[in-house]
């Protein structure tokens, strides 16, 4: 299978219900994809600026600021303590490094790629796009010896569950079993709600409770668009085994996938600045708590969504019924559709809309 071969973006089906949507006499609310819409912070814009001279090749390693901040962000945030500077490698957004992983690990026909069953379809789309197959499974019971990768999405997207760190390690002694590189999509890790992520903070795959001193075989993702609104920025970086990470570094020399210089500079800035991501973290509290209740006072039961920023809910009948309700009120939700055959009564509801948008929304599900 090649590129010319991809289903159709998925998202092109809501177009019509879009249409309705926005047909609304109080206008749309637009819950529907989880970009961004607050501002980014000042300290990170004014760090861009300063650095936009970048007139030589940037570098596809990182700089060594880039690399230190990677570090110092997860032994402070993350408990992952003494990464050294090989094992961080900033990425052009994590989007592109979930589909081609497969591709720079060299997987091919015949291997399978594991993923969540309430899966972001990129996952797929990247074990396609070199003929290997996917298989979505949980349960690391489920995982076959077959496996050559293996994803897993704590907290998940869409349903925002998370992995506590005995779960992890079943993982990671499970993908040591069959021999799989075992990668973590963590994007949404400093957003959790529910105890005791309200609390505590959300545990890695590579945390060494569960990967390990070395971390062989384990890499974690993440990305800056969600705790720094950084989505345009494509600001996003890997961790985890040395040996992956100057592998997948070799690979991405030969194709170019090099981060702009500016945005290394302000990643240095983000990384560093816990204070904009509580702050960013209060304004999803916030929303959550107007929409949460509305959806449920809707009809709906909000499943999971213990952490990240969706409600995956669902009123016991199919999603594009539950979405077409919806886009009579003026209100767009993505489909479970999206994430799998597995979840098709499940609608994903984003809290990156404005406060009024979201205050809005609520109105119309409670009337």
């Known amino acids: 299978m090649g590129v010319a071969d991809l ?44 650095a936009t001279d970048a007139h030589a090749y940037p570098q596809t390693a990182g700089t060594p600021e880039v690399r230190g901040a990677i570090a110092r962000w997860y032994a402070r945030r993350r408990g992952v303590p003494a990464l050294t500077p090989d094992q961080v490698l900033p990425t052009v957004g994590s989007k592109e490094l979930v589909a081609l992983l497969p591709l720079l690990l060299g997987l091919g026909p015949g291997d399978i790629v594991v993923h969540p069953r309430a899966a972001y379809p990129t996952y797929e789309v990247g074990a396609r796009l070199v003929g290997a197959t996917p298989l979505a499974a949980d349960d690391p019971a489920d995982w076959p010896a077959g496996a050559k990768l293996v994803w897993i999405n704590s907290p998940g997207n869409p349903d925002g569950r998370v992995r506590d760190i005995r779960s992890l390690q079943q993982a990671v002694a499970r993908a040591r079993e069959i021999g799989a590189v075992i990668a973590g999509d963590e994007c949404y890790a400093e957003l959790g709600w529910d105890a005791p992520w309200d609390t505590e903070p959300i545990p890695s795959v590579l945390d060494p409770r569960a990967a390990g001193a070395e971390a062989a075989g384990v890499l974690s993702v993440y990305s800056l668009s969600k705790q720094s609104n950084l989505a345009g920025y494509r600001a996003a970086f890997l961790a985890g085994d040395a040996a992956l990470v100057a592998r997948l570094l070799a690979a991405r020399k030969h194709l170019g996938l090099m981060v702009p210089a500016p945005v290394q500079a302000a990643m240095v800035a983000a990384l560093g600045d816990d204070a904009h991501v509580v702050a960013q973290k209060e304004t999803y509290r916030r929303r959550r708590a107007i929409l949460r209740p509305a959806v449920e006072a809707a009809g709906f039961r909000v499943d999971g969504s213990e952490a990240g920023l969706y409600l995956w809910a669902t009123e016991g009948q199919d999603a594009w019924q539950s979405m077409r309700r919806l886009a009579e009120l003026g209100i767009l939700a993505g489909p ?13 509801l984003s809290l990156t809309a404005p406060d009024d948008r979201v205050q809005a929304a609520a109105e119309r599900l409670r009337s």
């Not at 309705?20 to 501002?39: F, K, Q």
């Not at 479970?336 to 994903?348: A, C, D, E, L, V």
């Open 336 to 348: 479970g559709h999206f994430y799998g055959p597995h979840f098709p009564q499940h609608i994903r």
């Open 7 to 50: 289903a159709d973006y998925p998202w092109d089906a809501v177009a019509p219900l879009a249409e309705i949507a926005r047909a609304h006499p109080g206008g749309i609310v637009d819950l529907s994809i989880g970009s961004p819409v607050d501002a980014t912070p000042d300290l990170v814009r004014r760090t861009l600026a300063d």
